[in-house]
């Protein structure tokens, strides 16, 4: 089973319940579709951003990780939708259902963030503002 607080090593937080991102993970691969994961079942489209900050914090599941990242790249390979990128479509057909060229795309960038070496220097921040002294 994979760290369910991989995406919180960097700053070093517990906040997510062990075992949550495996629930998420088997959720989200059981509604996959053509073009990736819609958030919300009472609509079939989908944000890129979300995708990818998603994929990010399931780094440790592979499966849905993969399946998250091909949708965005199988939607930007085929939607017929000739506009700056849109980071909000459709899964079933990959049309664009709004967005376009925005500036949080940046988020699509996440998976490209280096893991932190260490979290001590978090840890003295966090441990400072709470008066405990703490170095691991």
């Not at 053509?34 to 944000?47: I, N, R, S, Y």
Request: charged fraction near 25%.
């Amino acid at each position: 089973m994979a760290d369910d607080r991989s995406h919180l090593r960097m700053v070093g937080l517990d906040l997510v319940p062990l075992g949550a991102a495996a629930r998420e993970a088997a959720w989200y691969q059981s509604k996959r579709g053509a073009h990736g994961v819609p958030p919300d079942l009472c609509h079939d489209d989908t944000k890129a951003d979300w995708e990818l900050w998603t994929a990010a914090w399931l780094t440790g599941h592979t499966d849905i990780r993969t399946t998250l990242v091909e949708g965005v790249y199988s939607f930007a390979d085929t939607t017929g939708s000739r506009v700056p990128f849109s980071g909000w479509y459709f899964v079933a057909d990959a049309r664009k259902s709004g967005f376009q060229a925005r500036p949080v795309a940046a988020g699509c960038l996440v998976l490209l963030r280096r893991p932190a070496a260490s979290t001590t220097l978090w840890r003295r921040i966090q441990n400072r503002r709470s008066g405990k002294l703490r170095f691991s």
